[in-house]
């Protein structure tokens, strides 16, 4: 299998989807360029700039258009250029794009991806740094995809064009360049498919994106202990594959849950539940979470780095569960 | 255009009457004394052009061809309204005559706008898509976005202004600087028409020389309709911000009088031609109220439907 980064295969699935189907569009700011994290470079070159729409600093309108544009025949792929500044257009999200099919009783289809590069690094300060999935997965009437690997991200964003629903798909900005297998043929992701990605007896971790990483990292270590993590990661919150990390549960009755956001009222919160629903009756320890403080992403690199769950703090967790 | 702006006119004053006695549920903001605007606008379009609403939205509905009887079981909240009760007056469609949405937001529709235009040259359908918004709606973020973007690109939008001297409550004139809606379209390099919204014939030609530039490709316009709401913001507003001499100037400039006026003068129109038109009417809006009355309610479980077009899995 080819080996790729995150980012390239991104720019991979954007090419197969709009060769595939002429209904889909790029459209956000500096994208002809594919500024800055290079996602969308040279699809200019091959779609012309009908399809890959370099637009005014206006999120608003650029949502919003983008909500009309699939309402009436098209297929936007929207590129949020930072997930923080969805706020510009947060009714755009919030009110229109998620309400739209619901309230007009099902007459329109809504079929946009928002792509969202979001998370913590190189000290990009509060406006640039957030994990805000949360803030979605609260919003009835969305789907959200949140990958930790080049194969997923690919295989998800492409699931996520062909979807008749709006989805978001966050885009860990760390994870650009990490690099990984990527099939040569199709390989779409199904939403709602979670993956384990480390087989393990004695503890879960859930995680999602980057801190999927930070997990196998803490696993590899914990091995050498002779603890036995299982890594599994949802790959969409929304919707979320239950079964398998229940089963996941059922095998190793202790979890630990990891994610890069705030601590407070947060999927991990939700994940919690959602484990207690289904398997309050295997769990050998209380359930413990990995997850951001309840700050904004700070500038200074040791406020940075005190903001960012990583491998240490997992390894912290499972032994927490362990004991 | 005089028995579109009657069947709007007749529409409203019967839901005001429904929602007196209790049968309409929710908050009711009803576009009597704007008909011209509605309805000059609308006739300006073709069947298959697209509409984006607002939230005093009925009467462009009514304009653009809705089902009565959809329109109002929705109204009622019932389970065959138009969206199955989960709109509701705010948050109606009728996608099969290219409503796409009254909006709850003020501008919201003006940003959606350039995307339906973008489909439309993609498609090369030909269409137009035609928003309206009202002055309070101007001094959104939104409003500026949208023309700009519609602008930059020349899309095939026509916004429409539908400027009725309240922004809720508060004066358009202690909200909106400049003096001028259609003015601002200078700044985005756009036509900006300034025109009498209870002159149907009037809101027609300006919204007509509008469609005609974006079906062309030459790009939006804006037009701004100056019209009186005869009501309040909302069905039972005391309307204590405002003097009776605004209702008493809406009635001497009531747009439907008036056409009425030049229909007769041009021997267009006698009294019994003028009985025949509104007793159809009346008896299409008692057929929608028979409809609605009829209709039943929604199952509560019906709640969980319409979210997803495609969702196979709990949570």
Known sequence: MPVMDFGDALNLALREEMRRDPRVYCIGEDIVLGVPFGVTKGLVDEFGPERVLNAPISEAAIVGSALGAAMTGLVPVVDMHFADFVTCAMDEVANQIAKSRYMFGGQVDCPLVLRMPYGIGRSGGGHHSNSVEAWFVNIPGLKVCIPSTPADARGLLKTAIRDPDPVLLFEHRGLYRVTGEVPEAEALVPLGAADVKRRGRDVTVIATARMVHEGLEAARRLAEEGVEVEVVDPRSLVPLDRETLAASVRRTNRVVIAEEGPMRGSTGAWLTWVIMEECFDDLDAPIARVAGPNIPIPFSPPLEKFATPDADAVVAAVRQVLK | ?315
């Not at chain 2, 922004?167 to 756009?190: D, E, F, V």
């Not at chain 2, 974006?214 to 005391?238: K, M, Q, Y």
């Open chain 2, 1 to 315: 255009m005089y028995a579109g702006m009657l069947r709007v006119r007749l529409f409203e004053e019967r839901v005001r009457e429904l929602f007196a006695g209790g049968r309409i549920p929710g908050f009711l903001h009803t576009s009597v004394g704007q008909e011209a605007v509605a309805v000059g606008a609308c006739a300006a379009l073709r069947p298959d052009d697209y509409v984006l609403s607002t939230h005093r939205g009925h009467g462009h509905l009514v304009a653009k061809g809705g089902s009565l009887g959809g329109l109002m079981a929705e109204l009622y909240g019932k389970a065959n309204g138009i969206c199955h009760g989960k709109g509701g007056t705010m948050h109606i469609a009728d996608a099969s005559v290219g409503y796409l949405g009254a909006n709850g937001v003020l501008a919201s529709g003006c940003v959606l706008a350039p995307g339906v235009g973008l489909s439309i040259r993609q498609r090369k359908s030909g269409q137009v898509v035609l928003t309206f918004f009202g002055d309070g709606a101007a001094n959104r973020g939104p409003f500026h976005e949208g023309v700009n973007l519609a602008a930059l690109w020349k899309l095939p939008v026509v916004f429409l202004c539908e400027n009725n001297r309240w922004a809720s409550t508060t004066a358009g004139a202690l909200s909106a600087a400049g003096g001028s809606i259609a003015r601002r379209a200078a700044g985005y390099g756009i036509p900006g028409d300034s025109v009498d919204g209870n002159d149907v014939l009037a809101v027609h030609d300006a919204v007509s020389r509008a469609v005609a530039r974006a079906r062309a490709g030459e790009g939006p316009s804006l037009v701004e309709a100056h019209t009186i709401r005869w009501v309040g913001h909302f069905e039972g507003d005391p309307q204590v911000y405002r003097g009776k001499d605004e209702v008493a100037e809406g009635r001497r400039t009531d747009p439907i009088a008036r056409l009425e006026q030049t229909l007769r003068a041009r021997a267009l129109l006698d009294d019994a031609g003028a009985r025949r038109i509104r007793d159809g009417i009346t008896a299409e809006i008692d057929a929608a109220v028979a409809h609605a009355e009829a209709s039943p309610l929604p199952e509560a479980r019906d709640a969980l439907t319409d979210l997803f077009a495609y969702y196979p899995w709990r949570d």
